[in-house]
């Protein structure tokens, strides 16, 4: 996806959400719609089954109106976390700017979240991105359930985040993280922006 | 129309647009295209071509005017 077009002067940035089911994606998504200025709005489109679980993706568009001559528009998406819904996963992908991946730190969610992880770097190979340098964030959410039932987040980190990008504890249904985790992705995002090939391009 | 950013926001949205907006600002700037070379740089820039490497004027055939600034002098004259 081209991030930055200087001819229509409008600047699009697509992070995708990653991770395994009922790590919190939507519960992110949501807590940033529910932040929102009213007249900022959009329709954030929810697909999801009778009980809750998401069955297609979320979509959540950001327009941040005009920031330096540019029409600014953020597009926000997770993909549904359960293992059959492979297709869509890679659908979602396609575009992408940049990744969330939103870990559940309970310990025994810690397979789940490996193989979410291996999924997502399968599926990025697959779509012609490289794994090793699109821009990432790790969020380790569910920090508010009993510390019992979660594992430490420098062990989280040591296991899942060995690209060492930058990584945040989350507790998205009180909104803690979550918009630490999107101003992160968003700087590494932009921090790509590239120059255009020709004037008007 | 599209709001500018500078205009009223609070809370964890207005942080978030405010440090995505400085990014932004930083990049646009340093990224803008060049602007284009005046008229006069350009004209200065035109490579110029060795006398002998200029085409030549086909040399006009019979019957055919080729001197067309004179065009207005002669119906004047025929006309007299």
Same mark, same amino acid.
């Given at each position: 996806m081209s991030v930055v077009n200087y001819g229509t002067r409008e600047i699009t940035c697509k992070i995708v959400y990653y991770g395994p089911g009922r790590s919190g994606k939507t519960t992110n998504l949501q807590h940033v719609y529910s932040q929102l200025p009213e007249e900022r709005k959009g329709k954030m489109v929810s697909l999801a089954t009778e009980t809750d679980r998401t069955l297609f993706f979320d979509f959540l568009p950001l327009d941040l109106?005009?920031?330096?001559? #540019?029409?600014?528009? #953020?597009?926000?998406?997770?993909? !549904?976390?359960?293992?059959?819904y492979a297709a869509t996963r890679k659908l979602v992908l396609q575009g992408v700017d940049g990744?969330? #991946?939103?870990? $559940?730190?309970?310990?025994?969610q810690l397979a789940e979240n490996i193989e979410s992880l291996q %999924?997502?770097?399968?599926?990025?190979? $697959?779509?012609? #991105? %490289? !794994?090793r340098s699109i821009p990432l964030v790790m969020q380790y959410n569910k920090r508010d359930l009993p510390a019992s039932e979660i594992m !430490?987040?420098?062990?989280?980190?040591?296991?899942?985040?060995?690209?060492?990008? !930058?990584?945040?504890?989350?507790?998205?249904?009180?909104?803690?993280?979550v918009f630490e985790t999107l101003r992160s992705i968003s700087t590494l995002v932009l921090s790509r922006l590239s120059a255009p090939a020709t004037k008007g391009s | 129309m599209a709001k500018e950013p500078e205009e009223e926001?609070?809370?964890?949205?207005?942080?978030?647009?405010?440090?995505?907006?400085?990014?932004?600002?930083?990049?646009?700037?340093s990224l803008s295209p060049a602007p284009e070379p005046p008229a006069e740089e350009k004209k200065l820039r035109t490579p110029r071509v060795?006398?002998?490497?200029?085409?030549?004027?086909?040399?006009a055939e019979a019957g055919l005017i080729v001197e067309w600034p004179n065009i207005a002098d002669r119906l004047i004259e025929e006309m007299r």
């Open positions: 109106g005009t920031i330096s001559g #540019f029409a600014t528009r #953020f597009q926000l998406y997770t993909v !549904p976390g359960q293992v059959y990744v969330v #991946f939103v870990a $559940d730190s309970q310990s025994r %999924d997502l770097h399968a599926n990025l190979a $697959d779509e012609g #991105f %490289d !794994p !430490p987040v420098e062990e989280l980190d040591e296991t899942l985040n060995f690209r060492g990008v !930058p990584h945040y504890a989350g507790a998205a249904l009180s909104g803690k993280g | 926001e609070s809370g964890e949205f207005a942080d978030f647009l405010a440090d995505v907006s400085k990014e932004i600002a930083e990049r646009v700037e060795a006398a002998s490497d200029r085409k030549k004027t086909p040399v």
